[in-house]
């Protein structure tokens, strides 16, 4: 196959979003010197709505389907995502064809007058975009007051500033990426905040008919990665997981073996379901489906069926 001369990314126009296109179009570069990278710069739905939460107004693919389209009409020929951000039910025309090396996955407290979660007095704000972060902050401290944060996260970490939160709670590896790593006061063990399927993770969607894409694309696969959240996706895509579902599922590998720890929750933290299962890395997509089947026997089904009838709206 002849080498690429002239690649399009199709990416979000976030400060976050631009630095992980950035990140892949150099990447690229040094694969193939004598190819032309570019960005094709978009606004997603998901960057429009920013007055009320994701679970509200439909989910996360508001934030790929402008990148999709552009897939489509031949405007780009890759787009770039924070795989969760990425649905687990991707339908054709178009696939996932490459997820990177994995950054922290964890989660990350920041505040400007306390460390950690745990010094938060009675009646403090918590904010967070995440139904799956509200939950588990709920169960551990009930005293709180958690409360939404949409923006991208320059927004959000200006809404801290000017006093709307005591504290709020990231994923670490965006803040990391933008060389804002000194904001974190604290990162959340994941016993404490298990993270979402795919965080922390950058993946590469194409249209499914492009082998060329699929070629050029693999060097930058990382196995390890991809194991990981194949099997968190799994769990995910068998939950029927979306924005409305506080649902977590995170994976880590040693040798050849997995280790996954998934959980569903009632959005009010009182009743969390969790379970953790190993597998060998080859049957990750079979773990993930175990996993979230033992979650549904032990409770989850109850949680989820109450969940579609207090908010029927489909994913």
């Known amino acids: 196959m002849p080498l690429p001369q002239r690649l399009v990314i199709a990416t979000r126009a976030s400060r976050l979003a631009l630095w992980q296109a950035e990140h892949v179009r150099d990447r690229l570069r040094t694969l193939y010197p004598a190819c032309a990278v570019?960005?094709?710069?978009?606004?997603?739905?998901?960057?429009?709505?920013?007055?009320?939460?994701?679970?509200?107004?439909?989910?996360?693919?508001?934030?790929?389907?402008?990148?999709?389209?552009?897939?489509?009409?031949?405007?780009?020929?890759?787009?770039?995502?924070?795989?969760?951000?990425v649905p687990v039910d991707l339908q054709a025309p178009f696939e996932l064809c490459a997820v990177l090396d994995r950054a922290d996955p964890r989660d990350a407290f920041v505040s400007n007058r306390?460390?950690?979660?745990?010094?938060?007095?009675?009646?403090?704000?918590?904010?967070?975009?995440?139904?799956?972060?509200?939950?588990?902050?709920?169960?551990?401290?009930?005293?709180?007051v958690v409360k939404p944060l949409r923006g991208n996260l320059d927004t959000r970490l200006g809404k801290l500033d000017k006093g709307e939160y005591d504290a709020i709670v990231l994923a670490a590896a965006g803040l990391d990426r933008l060389g804002l790593g000194a904001r974190i006061r604290s990162l959340l063990d994941p016993a404490d905040s298990l993270p979402a399927a795919g965080q922390g993770a950058l993946g590469i969607e194409i249209r499914d008919d492009r082998d060329d894409m699929r070629a050029w694309l693999a060097p930058l696969i990382s196995s390890a990665t991809t194991a990981c959240v194949q099997a968190e996706r799994a769990v995910s895509r068998t939950l029927g997981g979306s924005c409305q579902v506080p649902l977590a599922a995170f994976a880590e590998l040693s040798g050849d073996t997995?280790?996954?720890?998934?959980?569903?929750?009632?959005?009010?933290?009182?009743r969390i379901v969790r379970t953790t299962r190993t597998g060998p890395a080859a049957d990750a997509d079979a773990l993930g489906v175990a996993a979230a089947q033992e979650l549904l026997d032990g409770g989850a089904a109850a949680i989820l069926q109450e969940l579609l009838q207090a908010d029927p709206r489909p994913d």
Do not use: C, M, W
């Not at 978009?42 to 007055?51: E, K, S, Y």
């Not at 950690?116 to 551990?140: C, D, H, K, N, Y």
């Not at 997995?258 to 009182?270: F, K, N, P």
């Open 258 to 270: 997995l280790s996954l720890r998934a959980l569903v929750a009632s959005t009010d933290g009182v």
């Open 114 to 144: 306390y460390a950690t979660l745990a010094e938060l007095p009675a009646g403090a704000v918590v904010g967070t975009s995440s139904l799956r972060r509200e939950s588990q902050i709920r169960a551990r401290y009930p005293e709180l």
């Open 38 to 85: 570019e960005l094709l710069t978009l606004t997603t739905r998901g960057d429009q709505i920013l007055d009320r939460t994701l679970s509200k107004v439909g989910g996360k693919g508001l934030f790929v389907k402008e990148l999709e389209n552009a897939l489509l009409d031949g405007r780009a020929d890759l787009a770039v995502h924070s795989l969760k951000d």
